[in-house]
């Protein structure tokens, strides 16, 4: 992926700070994640600049998940390497060796990143204003007045704003996944990554929760890694489409030329069973 100039912002137009701005934010390198004898990621190479929103396409089990989850530290990569903001993920540097890294290191780069899942994670015993406030205030110190000032801001921008005092249990799947957007963006994350966040929900439910993600994509300058099987929504909102199969990018490009002209016979074959 190319470098750009632009500087990220959140939702509110807010300058963020990458460590290396206006090029690359994330970089894997040689990265590969086995399950057994079972190679999902096999020796990986691709970066995403700042402020770019890259889909990641391909079928069930090709990893596109797994870099999701690596990128979390839910998983940690078997061989190679993954930065995010210039700095290690799971690595770090110890007398001109490469080591890896303590849990405080991991934890420190892994406040750049935000992520909504398939289920939506929220809290049951907090209600909506909480579940949105809880990590702020007490991973990043945030003041609670502050706090609750972002995540009122927030759910006005998810369209939830009459619905911050109830519990999770009382909204419909989409609007706990647009709670689940909100709660991501109020860290001020970097970068937003995306898995697979309609397919949990009804069919009636799953156009206002991409509504709402285009809308951040087209008015913000946040860096997301989606994966989905919303093709239509992978064309609008991307800047890059990776097409996977078997753990390795077999063609990337961006939308016009990945979804009208691909090149290689298994993104064809592909998109033409999800189209």
Known sequence: MSADSNHPKDHAGETANPAVDGTELIRFDH???????????????????????VTLIGPSGSGKTTILRLLMTLLKPDEGTIKVGGEYLTHEEKGGKLVPAGEKHIREVRKNI???????????NMKVLRNITEA??????????AAEERARELLDLVGLTEHLDKY?????GGQQQRVAIARALAMRPQV???????????????AGVLDVLRDIAHTTDITMLCVTHEMNFARDISDDVLMFDAGRVIESGSPEKIFTEPEHERTREFLSAVL
């Open 114 to 124: 935000g992520m909504v899942f398939q289920q939506f994670n929220l809290f049951p």
């Open 136 to 145: 702020p205030v007490h991973v990043l110190g945030m003041e609670k007045d």
């Open 31 to 53: 990265v590969t994640k086995r399950f057994g004898t079972n190679t999902v990621l096999d020796s990986l190479d691709f970066t995403v600049s700042s402020g770019k929103h």
């Open 192 to 206: 937003l990554l995306l898995d697979e966040v309609t397919s949990a929900l009804d069919p009636e439910l799953v």
């Open 168 to 172: 999770p249990t009382q909204l419909s």
